[in-house]
Every structure is written in structure tokens, then in C-alpha cells.
């Protein structure tokens, strides 16, 4: 009883592997080792910015298709370099990219707001309610869909309400910048620093009365004259920075009049001006003195 | 004339009335977790249908030349996990030879049917109800049907309770949990009939 219990399910194990092993053989497909091992250095996240489904579907795309190997956004350059090694070409770097946020309403507390929202929590359903419950028509509207939508944590509230871009969690994927109805939100290079924060196509008294910041664009074009790159360029009252032009200068966020631009490091070069003045007026000071004693030395 | 009566009244009770998910509680694992988009839960149940035909077929072809001659019966359950894996390996191996497209659109439910208890059931079943050859092929088949109908219905609500409204502690599993629970309820109105 015992023996034929052993050999009867032997041999269905034995008759099953060997008709398992032979149907490998005749159903083989012949599968590029190259995709398992680009799959392998690809990070996984599987969160489609190269325009292929998957991480997967990538690695497949690059092998058979011939897809640039620079697409993965998470991946940055070391999975560039990897790949570029698997498939023994030139790796060519794409510039890491993150998403920007284009507004800075000061966040759900400064924000003014036409009426109070309390329908269905998305962003795609509040821009629909007569315009978006705040007075700006281009502005955050403060529900979630960029929140919801990044996969790596990456967008958090500050203490004001506003939605704020974690630079180094952020790999430029570009799921908010789908996500967001009003599209706010666009990938630029990250070692951009200089940024118009505005996306308001209203005139500029309006716009300005609109934000609850008050550092709307009013499309004055200042910024325009004084690029030194002419990377600046005016429409429909609202100035936009062209990326492949700029250099970083910080002039235009010098001469903004509603502090529209951002640059981080505007206040340094302001601190540094003023402070050069300074040491500009007390040097003239002594000299003037020293000129007085001179002229009145019996004093 | 009596055996189409007999398919027929075999059809209703495993699509129906004896539904496999919602009346004999097999297959849950699936039906929670395959069935959030309509697309998926489609092909996992045109897999699904497609395995539980052939592993009726065979397990009840292994039941009746060999464990019963050889009165090793006790070997059922452990035989047949062994048919059914091997099945689903096969079939595998097959459709990424002969529709690689289909292949893709299955991805990795069908390996998923392996540990599906579904499919083990239904062989199990057949025996018990000392079904003769055709009609276990049948059994296997509108058990499948029977799968895919709930699968599909299921993922058809999850896909607009997605949009809808909910408070935020039922969101998800809780309400897939209830809705699963109703739809057993009203599976339920099916027992009493009888063909």
C-alpha cells in the first residue's frame, strides 16, 4: 500500500516534470537576456515617466525598439550609466528634471476664496464648481491630486496650507504634473533656482488683487527688457521663463516688482548690496572727516 | 433530450446557485484582490475558466484510471494540487509560444491560479458528486463562467466606488469587504431554485 502510494505519485511527479521539461523545450521563446538584466538596474517604482507601462515594459522597449536609454526620470544617471554598460553604447545623461509648482497664493490660510468647497475632495471636481472656489482662476485650488498622485512622498503641506516640493525626494516623474487640473505644475531642471511662481493670465491689477500673497504676475515686462539671455518672454500677460536660455542671474527677480520671481538667493545679493553701500557711506564719511580735520587743524 | 435538461440544470446551479465565490466561499483570495479594474479581472477570469476545464478533465481522468484502481483514494487532494500546477505551468509555457499578446494581458494571474482554491474545488467536487467524464468537463466549465460572472460584477462596483464619495474609514478594503457581503446576500436568493 505504502510502495504503490510512493510510486504512483513518483511517478505522476516524474511524468509531470518530464513533460514540463520537454514542453520547455518545444515552447521555448527566445527572450534577450539583455531585458532581464537592464529590468534588473531599472528602480522598480514602475511609475510609467518613461511612457511605457512599466519598468519592464522599458526594459523591453530599449532592447527590441531602440527607446533612448535616458527616459527613466527616478533612475537619474546611475541607471543611465548601468544601462548604457548592458547595452555597450555612450550613456547620455538627460538632466535630472523635477516637478515646480507654479503658485504661490500663500497657501489655504492667505488664499482669498469665493466661497467655502465641500464637495467631492479632488482637485478635478473643484475646478468645476464655478470656476474653483478661490477668487484666482489659475491658482492652487488646495485639494490633494498632486499629493495622491506623487509616488515617493515627495509634495508636503507647509504650516500655511501651500503644497511644497520636496527637491530631493522629488525623482521628476511626472505623475503631479498629469494629476493637476489647472496644470500648475511642470518638470524643470533641478539646478534651476531662479522661477516665475505665477500662472495668472489675468491683467495685472486683477491678478493682483486675486492673490492672496499679492505676488501675482502683472505681466509689466520688466523682466523681459532686463534679461540679459532674452530667456524671458511675455504671453497673455504672464511672463515665462525659457529654461534652455536661462542662466541662473537673478536679475529678473531683482527688478520684479510684485516679488513674482523667485530666486532663493535674492536676498543675499540684497544683503551684500547693502552692506556694500554701507561700507561705501562709512568710507565716505571718514573721508569727509579726515578732509575736515585737515582743513581745521587747530581743533 | 434529458442529458441537455441535466447540462442545463448543472449550469444553473454552479453559476448560480451554488456560485463558487459567493456560495461555497472558494476562490476569495482572487475575487478580493483581482477584481479593483474591469480589464483584469476579465482576463483573470477568462484564465481561471480555461484551467478549471482542463484540470477537471484530467484530475478526473488521474481519479478514475488511477488512484481508484489502485485504491489510493487518501492521495486525492495532494495528486491533484500536483495535476493542477503542472496544468497551469503548461498552459503558461503554451500561450507565451502561441498568443504572446494574451501572455501579456494574463501576466501574472495565471501562475496566480496555481494556489487558487477554486480550481482545486472544482476537482474535488466532481468526484464527490460522482459526476461521469462529460459532465466534470462541463462542471469545470460553467464553474469558471460562474467565477468570471462575479469577478467581473465585482470589479464593475470597485471601479465606481472608487469615484464615489465615501468616508474615509471605508475606503478600500472595508467597503470591498461589504459590498462583497451584499453581493453573497443576494447570490443567496438563488437557493431555492430548482430545475
Redesign the interface.
Known sequence: MLIYAIITLGALGLIYGLGLAFASRKFHVEIDPKIDKINAVLPQANCGACGYPGCSAYAEAIVEKGAEINLCAPGGEQVVNDVAKIMGIEASASDKKIALIHCQSGGKNNTFFRYDYQGIATCKAAVLVTNGPNLCNYGCVFQNDCIEACHFDAIYLDENGMRIIDKDKCTGCGACVEACPRNLIELVPYKQRVHILCSSHDKGVEAKKRCGNKTACIGCGICVKKCPKDAIKLEDNLAIIDYTKCINCGICADVCPTSAIFDPLKEVRAKKKAEAKKKAEAAKKKIAEQKAAEKNPNK | MDFIAKIFAMAIAAIFVQNFVLARFLGLCPYIGVSKKLDSALGMGMAVIFVMTMASTFTWL?QTY??IP???E??QT??FI??IA?LV??VE??I???A?ALYKALGVFLPLITTNCAVLGVAILNINENYNFIEAILNGLFAGLGFTLVLVLMAGIRERLERA?LPHSMKGMPIAMIVAGSMALAFLGFSGLKI
Open positions: 488521474i488511477l488512484l489502485l485504491k489510493l487518501f492521495l495532494i495528486a500536483l495535476t503542472s505551468q503548461l509555457m503554451v507565451q509560444k502561441i504572446p464619495e
